[in-house]
């Protein structure tokens, strides 16, 4: 967006959340003298003040002679008292507490209404000799010379008698925009009414039927209604662990970017609130990589979560995904004291460009392809190995775990498959873990995908199998 929308935007959104926790009940003096100096100078730019000030001298012009040049003068002719007080040649009209009329902008106090209201009684009178049949053209010019000197005071006290008129139709309509309750559909209704009036006070334009043409499908009746209306889940803030799964909508252009400010808050309240340690970790992260949105709030995470005792971390296959992104790499890079390598034998051909973007020296290099290349598994259980890289030291080491723990996050399918056939047989997933592993020992298989294999052909727990089998 440009400026001008977005602060048409993010006014509605201020007075949104104004109007729910205080509701508006009429301009403080400060606010109205605000509103009084921001209208009159916005009228004199957009030549609106110009405009109705010719009308205004229009309205009271008397062309039948020019009294200035066409008749003689004379002291008899302008004597003020004959026109209903004093005439202001010698200075303004002034208000009971000797302040100046409309001097600085303002019609607002009590007197200064009635200083404007003694001038407008004055001018009817002027305009009205002046017409008058039966006048003496003496009398006329003398009119026609004190019509013409509070001319400018009665432009600008008319003026801003209709711009007092123009505060309080804002203020009236103010009164009437309150907020009930706190929900997209009450925001999208009180937008669309509050943007229509912004427009009409700054003399602006914004696109409102484009904006409501995009928003209403989040609008009660709508597609979406339900993605912006529903409560958030409040235990989101107290649970210590949180997995986002945002793979099915990583391609909608309108979901996921709402779903990415939603975790975005989320952890950017845990990480400001909470005490203790707290991290954010982005696995596929190209796929956060690859919307500008998410992309900025990573490298803001990056350069500020330290501050909160917190961390942050991207997994990714591959380091391109992190390299080929200009708005993160820099951030990711600089600020991750931590870099954790897999087997990287695939890369090895170009390897020197990645090595130079990480900062590896050439013994980390020789380490990193070094991973999973040895012969070192005699008399082990099953392990594969990791590059680790904390600050200036770096090593190689191999991950092995419990046979439990690698049954909870196999990803391949077929071990998947057959721990599903236990959890069914089973009712809870704890126990089929311990009950698949006791299994394959008991059977004495040494690979889980080959124990796998054998319980997917059976569809039933080992126990149940055909002794045949």
């Not at 040049?69 to 008292?81: A, G, I, K, L």
């Not at 003496?138 to 000197?149: D, F, Y």
């Not at 990645?354 to 392809?369: D, N, P, R």
Request: hydrophobic fraction near 35%.
């Amino acid at each position: 967006m440009s400026d001008e929308p977005d602060m048409i935007i993010n006014q509605t959104i201020v007075e949104y959340y104004v109007s729910y926790f205080t509701p508006f009940k009429e301009f403080t003096d400060a606010e109205r003298d605000h509103l009084r100096k921001r209208l009159l100078l916005e009228d004199k730019k957009n030549g609106t003040y110009e405009k109705h000030s010719k009308e205004l001298e229009e309205k009271y012009k008397h062309t039948e002679y020019d009294y200035e040049t066409d008749m003689p003068t004379s002291e008899t002719f302008e004597d003020p008292s004959a026109f209903g007080g004093q005439d202001t040649e010698y200075g303004p009209i002034h208000t009971a507490d000797g302040s100046r009329m409309a001097d600085d902008g303002h019609l607002h106090t009590a007197e200064e209404k009635e200083a404007y209201a003694r001038i407008q009684r004055k001018v009817n009178k002027l305009h009205d000799l002046i017409n008058d049949k039966a006048a003496t053209d003496g009398e006329k010019v003398a009119a026609n010379r004190q019509l013409m000197r509070l001319m400018p005071q009665l432009i600008e006290g008319n003026y801003l008698v209709t711009i007092e008129q123009r505060i309080d139709r804002m203020e009236k309509q103010r009164r009437k925009m309150h907020v009930d309750n706190l929900s997209f559909n009450s925001y999208y209704e009180f937008a669309i009414e509050r943007i229509p009036q912004i427009m009409r006070e700054k003399s602006i334009t914004f696109d409102i039927d484009n904006f409501a043409a995009i928003l209403e499908q989040f609008y009660k009746g709508g597609e979406l209604e339900h993605t912006l209306n529903n409560d958030v889940d409040a235990s989101l803030f107290d649970e210590k662990f949180i997995v986002f799964e945002i793979d099915k909508i990583k391609d909608d252009p309108v979901l996921f970017p709402i779903v990415v400010l939603i975790i975005m808050d989320v952890f950017l309240q845990k990480m400001r609130i909470k005490k203790g340690r707290k991290a954010l970790i982005i696995e596929e992260a190209w796929k956060a990589i690859s919307s500008p949105t998410m992309a900025e709030y990573i490298k803001y995470l990056y350069k500020t979560v330290r501050k909160f005792h917190g961390i942050a971390g991207v997994v990714t296959q591959e380091l391109n995904d992190v390299i080929d992104s200009p708005i993160v790499k820099e951030a990711i890079i600089n600020n991750s004291d931590v870099k954790i390598l897999l087997d990287q034998s695939k890369f090895k051909d170009r390897y020197d460009a990645i090595s130079a973007i990480l900062g590896l020296t050439q013994v980390q290099k020789q380490q990193i392809f070094t991973v999973n290349a040895l012969n070192n598994h005699d008399g082990r259980s099953y392990f594969k190995e990791v590059w680790i890289c904390r600050g200036q030291y770096s090593d190689v080491y191999g991950v092995e775990e419990p046979p439990e723990c690698y049954w909870a996050y196999t990803t391949e399918r077929a071990e998947k498959e057959a721990l599903k056939v236990y959890e069914r047989h089973y009712g809870d997933i704890q126990t089929a873990i311990t009950k698949i592993e006791e299994d394959r020992k008991k059977l004495g298989i040494k690979k889980y995908l080959d124990f796998a294999v054998k319980v997917n052909k059976q569809q039933k727990i080992m126990p149940l199998w055909d002794k045949s089998d």
